[in-house]
């Protein structure tokens, strides 16, 4: 079990009352150096945004990496997304809001820092926007990433009519 699923079950009793969260597959596994380090590679289909799928990577930290730099119960904040349609899009009961919506988490402390991937619906441009970014109860991060899928053109499905 990786250090991040690890983290990720732990964490759920912690998160019993949040919203729920797309699932991962493992698609991809990168070793990075001798010590056991891995990058792995996520794909997360949106839950209520069928026919969109996020990749994400992450950082692996490795037991050695954790006994030798200490810090155990936390991997880095380094991440990245890249969301493309795999399929026909068919857009459920989304936020409009300016603030979005959650679509993912996974723990990449013990407790206290989150792992996110937020939907945001650009109207004006006709653009789904997906931000990720760790949260954390103590010190916010400034790394984070977007990826975005223009349905300008496109056969898009909305189950409760296109927003006005």
Not at 64 to 85: H, K, M, T, V, Y
Not at 130 to 141: A, K, P, V
Request: with cysteine.
């Amino acid at each position: 079990m990786t250090s991040l699923k690890l983290h990720a079950a732990i964490a759920a009793s912690f998160l019993a009352l949040a919203p729920v969260s797309a699932s991962a597959e493992i698609v991809g596994k990168v070793g990075v150096d001798w010590t056991g380090n891995d990058i792995l590679v996520d794909a997360v289909p949106d839950p209520e945004v069928s026919g969109v799928t996020c990749h994400v990577t992450y950082f692996d930290r490795s037991v050695i990496d954790r006994l030798r730099n200490g810090n155990w119960f936390e991997d880095p904040s380094n991440n990245s997304i890249a969301c493309r349609q795999t399929g026909p899009i068919e857009i459920g009961n989304i936020s409009l809001s300016e603030g979005g919506e959650e679509v993912f988490r996974a723990g990449l402390s013990l407790i206290w820092k989150k792992l996110v991937v937020d939907r945001i619906y650009d109207k004006k441009n006709d653009t789904l926007v997906y931000l990720i970014h760790s949260r954390e109860l103590t010190d916010g991060s400034a790394k984070m990433a977007i990826s975005t899928i223009p349905l300008f053109g496109q056969n898009v499905t909305w189950k409760n009519g296109k927003p006005k």
